[in-house]
């Protein structure tokens, strides 16, 4: 396929970006009103709507200033808001919660794997729809295992993190939530030494061929 213009590529890869970042919060929100919690219920939150859920620099900035320096997109929206009070088991119910996020990326990497494949059915003949589905398929699959395995990282406010404090007895629970204030520098570290891409690039690799394979997709 042609080299893609930078409009192109905005085209491309805008809703599957939108969709992974919102959809993914509103899992966590989604599965905490079902363990008792309403508050992103009843803050509105509980909408596939882009626009409840967007965040100035994680949802525009961001995407736009990696899209044109790095060719890539990746970005975040506003947390849902989830009050553990609300839980009827809290550290259970917080952990599943916060689990919530990144099974929300595998299955829309899934439902993604499925466009592109309807979208390579529709070349002959359709070309006109098919590359584009392909295309945002192929985008769909990358920017949601990416959000979805870096979420899984163990270190706070990342879902990892909170799965981790809420699994982990009292006093070490609160040791690892003391890092939250450095997760940002941590993680820039990690990117810019190249031992981010060592951490999450296998389980990404991985979960692509798989589900490369299941649809039939190249690379499978």
Known sequence: MPELTIAQK???WALPVLFAITLHEVAHGWVASKFGDQTARLS????INPIKHIDLMGTIVVPLLMLFFSGFIFGWAKPVPVDARNLRNP???MAIVALAGPVSNLLMAIFWAATAKIGILLLDGNAWLGVPLVLMGEAGI???LVLGVLNCIPIPPLDGGRVLSNLLP????WQVS???????LILVLLMVTGVLSYIIGPPIMLLSHWIAFI???PGG
């Open 10 to 12: 905005v085209a491309i």
């Open 44 to 47: 509105g939150r509980l909408t």
């Open 91 to 93: 550290r259970r119910d």
């Open 142 to 144: 990358m920017i949601n």
């Open 170 to 173: 009292g006093r070490m629970a």
């Open 178 to 184: 003391r890092i939250e204030p450095y997760s940002l």
């Open 215 to 217: 649809f039939g997709l």
